[in-house]
């Protein structure tokens, strides 16, 4: 592969000691770890540069150790790994975190390094490593490389994508950076922005501020396991769902995404289909077991990372739920709107949806015709019903669709459809409407979450806000996107299911 990344920022030395507790040490109540193996490995920035040569990447790392025994230690892991290290010197110590562990478990953490010193000036050489990257990503830990006068120079210069992984007690983005990507937390220390409104409107509102301030392209905030939420110059995020649930240790997590997200661009792949890729990965990563599986001592002494991750099972992300059924809708004027609830029959969905927001919980709701139920339908629903804790479906009624779509359509008439939804396990329920546009349902059920299939390929620019966009911010909803699956179409279906007939007959 031709492409090059530069990784530029902060690199500690990572340590996991991990052993058994059989008893307590007996002057003090405290448990006595028995060492049974160590795997020393680059951490901040040196851990970010290691997944990107794992992607195949040539990877040349701008950093800062000092010119002790950790320093040595990094030295060798990255050399084993096959990157190349160009090292602004630094006083003091190299920072390490050592953590104890007992199966799996994070007893303690013990850092070493103390306060970080100024780093010296880059050499020549990672000022030409700059000069020449296809991709940079900045990993900032808060230990000064980020601040440096002439790695930020140089990166003001550079003509190829940057990302910025930011760091709170770190600098600002340097102008012009093309995606950052912060977790929830360090938006909202980033921003001073206290959480208010849903969490997909606190993560909106901050990506969009720091977006403005940092004079960045994009932002995504990354969410855990619930995915990410894309932010750029257009009004509506795209929210981007983590493949499948996946609980276990994220150290790393956040730097693979950043490394993903650097290499896609670097190959030409857009802001949007960056963050899809770097959400799996991570995602599948966690699965996996984080950093303690997916690191295998490697050749020497040092450490490499598994040419795959195990890819997670179960049964996705939708279950089957038990309905909640009751004659009363959510509040407001619910004259002429049909309830449907899971399983099939005349229920009220605004019993539901009354009984969730009366446990504190974010009511999710998307709408469409539906017709001709398809992978792409699928996909989309299993992402809205992420993103909250019910979903409710508005259906176009037939006559509806029939205004939409031509006296031809729909294919399958409202009863069945709305049957095959309420038959999904992530549809809670289904809201069948007659008028052209879901405005009046959406002003009954008032969701927190108003969820469109869409298609996001341009990932940036100034795109229309979506029609139902500024009745749901009336009450302090969020409207986000969710990405389509490619080549997915009930209008290709059909044109493909009557050519096929046509030649049958012919």
Known sequence: MTHRLVVVGDTLLDRDVDG?????????????????????????????????????????????????????????????????????????????KIRLRARGQVLLRLDRGGAA??????????????????????????RGVAAAPAVRAALARTAAPVVWDPHPRGPR??????????????????????????????????????????????????????????????????VVPAPANADGDTCGAGDLFAATATGALAQGA??????????????????????????????????AVKAAYRRPTGTGVCGDRPATAAPDGPGGDGAGVRHHGADGDSVA?????????????????????FDLLHA????????????GDCLVVCLNSDASVAGLKGPDRPVVPQGDRSRLLAALGCVDAVVIFDEATPHAVLSWLRP???????????????????????????????????????????????????????????
């Open 20 to 96: 058994m507790v059989t008893r307590l040490c007996p002057d003090v109540p405290v448990p006595v770890l028995e060492e049974a193996t160590t795997l020393d490995r680059p951490g901040g920035a040196g851990l970010a540069a290691l997944f990107a040569a794992r992607q195949g990447f040539d990877v040349a790392l701008v950093t800062a150790f000092a010119d002790d025994d950790g320093g040595a230690r990094l030295r060798e892991l990255l050399a084993d790994a096959g990157i190349e290290v160009h090292v602004l010197p630094l006083p003091g110590a190299t920072a390490e």
């Open 117 to 142: 010193g100024r780093p010296g000036e880059p050499p020549p050489a990672a000022r030409a490593a700059l000069a020449g990257a296809a991709a940079i990503l900045v990993s900032d830990y808060g």
């Open 173 to 238: 983005a340097a102008p012009g950076v093309r995606l950052l990507t912060p977790n929830e937390t360090e938006v909202r220390q980033l921003t001073g922005d206290d959480p208010d409104g849903s969490r997909l409107a606190t993560a909106s509102r901050g990506a969009q501020e720091l977006r403005r301030r940092w004079r960045a392209g994009a932002v995504a905030v990354t969410m855990g396991g619930d995915g990410a939420l894309l932010c750029h110059s257009g009004p509506t995020p795209l």
């Open 270 to 303: 857009l802001v949007s289909e960056a963050v899809q890729e770097a959400v799996r990965e991570a995602s599948e990563y966690v699965a996996a077991g984080g950093v303690g599986a997916v690191l295998v001592p490697g050749p020497g002494s040092g450490a």
């Open 349 to 369: 969905a605004g019993a539901l949806v009354a009984d969730v927001r009366a446990r504190g919980g974010t009511v999710v709701a998307t709408g469409g015709c």
């Open 376 to 387: 792409g339908h699928v996909a989309t629903l299993q992402a809205a019903r992420r993103l």
């Open 448 to 506: 927190d979450v108003w969820v469109k299939g869409g298609d996001y390929a341009g990932g940036g620019g100034d795109e229309p806000d979506l029609p139902e966009a500024a009745l749901v911010r009336r009450w302090g909803g969020q409207t986000v996107v969710v990405p389509y699956l490619d080549g997915r179409s009930t209008t290709r279906m059909i044109a493909a299911a009557r050519a096929g007939a046509g030649e049958a007959a012919g």
